[in-house]
């Protein structure tokens, strides 16, 4: 049977609703639903691991880690407070607009590999193509990076005395010995770690409240004089650049969670929570933490720029500047296991956007297969050999620029994904009014709240962060003025997506998407019996209650 008859064929049974004891049930009765899951199960079928009250904790504490801890110190000094607290704040309203985009069509198709399959199936399979394999590399090229920010944290304590070589091979073996394990492993690892970061990052909260009040033996109150006696807005429209690129590092692209959503045990209720927790959850660590290093640091602080690892943190700054002693060796005991989870996410999540390209054909088929406990081994297996090499590249000369540029890739990719995924969730809804689907109508049905402003605003805010990029490649802070290898640095993630899209258009000429028979059956998942007892379940909770559920950690 060939796809077009596939899809003709899929259809779906009025949901049928009875009383029975005084209680509502909901039954549904699917048709050939084994039909619309064929053509997304013929490699192998993944293993639904993660658990809501998993993916609620790994939702509180992701993308906690270096980006906050030490890339908040050069965007203060490139930037100053002022530029810092708006671009943070500018990139964190993304966050939003990214989940609302992406949790409309991962609820309704959780499939792994997420919004690289949405771009084929609803744009074009070019733009896929592109897009996932930029993705793929920045976030395996991440894998090595943290392999070594890895060694420079354990030099804080060693002090030299341990070689890189080894603290690199300890790191990947780490890493990806987790993934010869059932997914349940990685699951429980990232949900530990997630939990010692929740507690990291309230630890410096209350640290640097206490901070600004004047605790320790030197310590003072604070009382803004880092605003007042300091350029709030440094180095112009190239500060602020610089620091909303930063931001764009630190904050991430959010794609973890919409890969995790398409592996859990009931999307519509994970993803649906993740998509109100995360972007509170982000707005909340970030702008608290900016607006506490703004006023305990100076923007001028030489160690700002001039310090390694968590020497160069601001909070560890303002610890040592009180005369607290032990705290810094805790921060980075702590981040530690935070570079460890970063790591194993990136694994996990470039080796099932590798295995989605397969799946869909963009790349060999053979990497898509998934074994029995739903694992993409062959997809795992690349993905690990790259960050091995990547990772041990940093030990030979000029190896480090090398890696620089890897990680510019994955930075300038992710403003540009935003692109990707707000354009390609119109195109879902294209596809929705053309077909007259009611997804929108169905039982507990998710919708993106006042759509379409949550795409709009991203693409918006994305389009902006591409003129930061090119600002910031043009005109450089400092003296060195323009260069090709600095534009070339911070444009080579975007020019990644566009040179690989068009060439791959060009040399297979692929088609773009009609909307009219764009395909919205393969991998569709309507709610089971159980799915919906649940759902039934937390909405008989009370707003109190219900709102317990975003906060609690067990």
């Known amino acids: 049977m060939d796809n077009t008859t596939m899809l003709e064929n899929k259809h779906f049974d009025e949901k049928m609703m009875s009383e029975e004891g005084g209680g509502l049930q909901l039954v549904l009765s699917i048709r050939d639903a084994t039909v619309t899951e064929t053509d997304e199960n013929r490699n192998g079928q993944f293993h639904r691991s993660f658990t809501p009250r998993q993916v609620h904790i790994i939702s509180l504490g992701s993308n906690i880690g270096s980006g906050l801890f030490i890339a908040t110190g050069k965007a203060l000094a490139t930037g100053g407070p002022g530029n810092m607290v708006v671009a943070y704040l500018m990139v964190c309203s993304c966050v939003w607009a990214v989940l609302q985009s992406l949790s409309e069509m991962t609820i309704a198709f959780p499939v792994s590999g997420n919004y690289i399959d949405y771009a084929d199936r609803w744009v074009d399979p070019a733009l896929a193509f592109g897009a996932g ?19 420079v944290l354990v030099q804080y304590w060693a002090e ?109 209720y994970s993803m649906a929570h993740a998509t109100k927790l995360v972007p509170f959850r982000v707005n909340f660590i970030y702008m ?41 060796s805790l921060l980075n005991a702590g981040m530690m296991c935070g570079v460890l989870a970063i790591a194993a996410e990136s694994v996990y999540l470039s080796s099932r956007i590798l295995r989605t390209m397969a799946h869909q054909r963009l790349v060999p ?32 000369s000029g190896g ?26 119109w195109r879902f809804h294209c596809a929705l009014k053309a077909q007259n689907d009611p997804l929108f109508t169905e039982v507990y049905a998710w919708k993106s709240s006042l759509w379409p402003l949550a795409p709009a605003w991203l693409m918006l805010i994305s389009l902006f962060l591409l003129v930061c990029c090119l600002a910031a490649g043009i005109n450089p802070i400092g003296d060195a003025g323009f260069t090709a290898e600095n534009f070339f640095q911070y444009m080579i993630g975007v020019l990644v997506i566009v040179g690989f899209t068009i060439a791959y258009k060009l040399i297979l000429r ?26 039934d379940a937390y909405y008989r909770m009370s707003t109190w209650r219900r709102f317990l559920t975003y906060v609690q950690l067990w």
């Open 133 to 151: 394999f930029a993705e793929w590399l920045g976030w395996t090229a991440i894998v090595a990076a943290e392999a070594g920010f890895f060694n």
């Open 160 to 268: 030299g005395s341990f070689p890189q070589a080894a603290t690199i091979t300890i790191f990947l073996l780490v890493c990806m010995v987790i993934f010869l394990l059932p997914n349940t492993v990685f699951a429980w690892f990232e949900y530990v770690t997630s939990l010692i970061k929740i507690f990291l990052f309230l630890l410096v909260i209350t640290l640097s409240l206490v901070l600004t009040l004047g605790a320790g033996p030197k310590g003072y109150v604070h009382h803004g004089e880092t605003w007042t006696e300091h350029p709030a807005f440094l180095n112009g429209f190239s500060g602020f650049a610089n620091a909303a690129l930063l931001a764009t590092w630190a904050v991430g692209d959010q794609v973890f969670i919409g890969i995790i959503g398409g592996e859990a045990k009931n999307p519509r």
């Open 288 to 328: 608290v933490s900016i607006i506490f290093i703004t006023i305990l640091v100076p923007s001028n602080d030489d160690r700002l720029l001039g310090g390694s690892g968590v020497a160069a943190s601001p909070f560890v700054i303002a610890i040592q500047d009180s005369g607290i002693p032990g705290i810094a």
């Open 365 to 396: 088929e053979r990497l898509a297969r998934v074994d029995a406990k739903g694992r993409p081994r062959l997809a795992l297996l690349i993905t690990c050999i790259t960050a091995t090499f990547l990772g041990y590249i940093q030990l030979s």
């Open 400 to 425: 480090l620029t090398a890696l620089n540029w890897l990680v510019s890739l994955t930075s300038a990719s992710f403003f540009s994904n935003w692109i990707i995924i707000s354009f390609t969730n």
């Open 510 to 535: 692929t088609t773009w998407r009609n909307p009219k028979f764009a395909d919205l059956k393969t991998g569709r998942r309507p709610l089971s019996v159980e799915d919906i007892n649940q759902l």
